[in-house]
């Protein structure tokens, strides 16, 4: 199966802060995926990676970045948190070829105060 | 820009009956994928549609997909509380890994 794992559950930073969201996948994925999702508003994808450092803008990249120096690991980086980025972060990968399923960590509720 | 349209996004229903939700996109596509998510939780895979007149089942819930209408259909058959969660529709972009998901659908079912 499977497994694609996010380093929080839960996390509660202050405003202006710098922080670092992580996430691992455990099936030699290329493509990484960051979301974020909100009441209302769906899913919105931020980054995407289809390789080692190697990375394209989503629909609302402001305010964020991502780093991949690894295959398996896709980080997503607030450069100084603001209330707004309050939200559920989901993760997800998928291959290449065959059928671009992607395939979703548990998620982490980042809570900027 | 690929648009997807899910209706409805609320849906209440009882215990036994059935029903439809619709997934419409806007741009030629032949990959679609159904998710299902619980309060709180992440988001899992239930279908994967690869090409026209694809109908897949599982349990209670059927997937089909109409590529030239751009609809899918996520059919429930006397549905059950077990049911209740919401369902989204996600379209692959004709070109890359992308995918755009619908608004998703709130399902409950009452007993």
């Known amino acids: 199966d499977v497994k694609v794992t996010q380093s929080s559950r839960y996390l509660v930073k202050r405003t202006g802060e710098k922080v670092f969201l992580e996430c691992v996948q455990d099936?030699?994925?290329?493509?990484m995926f960051w979301y974020r999702q909100d009441p209302g508003l769906g899913l919105r994808l931020i980054y995407f990676?289809?390789?080692?450092?190697?990375?394209e803008k989503g629909d609302i990249p402001e305010g964020y970045s991502v780093s991949r120096e690894k295959k398996e690991r896709f980080s997503l980086i607030l450069e100084s948190a603001s209330t707004n980025q309050t939200s559920m972060y989901l993760c997800?990968?998928?291959?290449?070829?065959?059928?671009?399923?992607?395939?979703f960590g548990p998620g982490t509720r980042l809570t900027v105060t | 820009e690929l648009k997807v349209e899910q209706n409805p996004l609320f849906l209440s229903m009882q215990e036994g009956k059935n029903y439809t939700i619709y997934c419409n996109y806007s741009?030629?596509?032949?990959?679609l994928y159904w998710y299902r998510q619980d309060p709180g939780k992440s988001l899992e895979s239930l279908f994967v549609?690869?090409?026209?007149?694809a109908v897949k089942q599982e349990g209670r819930l059927m997937a089909s997909l109409d590529t030239k209408a751009r609809l899918s259909t996520l059919h429930i058959t006397a549905a059950v509380h077990d049911l209740s969660a919401t369902y989204f529709c996600?379209?692959?972009?004709?070109?890359?890994?992308?995918?755009?998901f619908g608004e998703g659908t709130q399902l409950t079912v009452n007993p």
């Open positions: 997800a990968s998928s291959l290449w070829t065959a059928d671009y399923e992607q395939y």
């Open positions: 099936m030699d994925h290329e493509n």
């Open positions: 990676s289809y390789d080692v450092k190697m990375k």
């Open positions: 741009t030629t596509s032949d990959r």
């Open positions: 549609l690869l090409s026209n007149g």
């Open positions: 996600a379209v692959q972009e004709t070109s890359g890994s992308r995918l755009t």
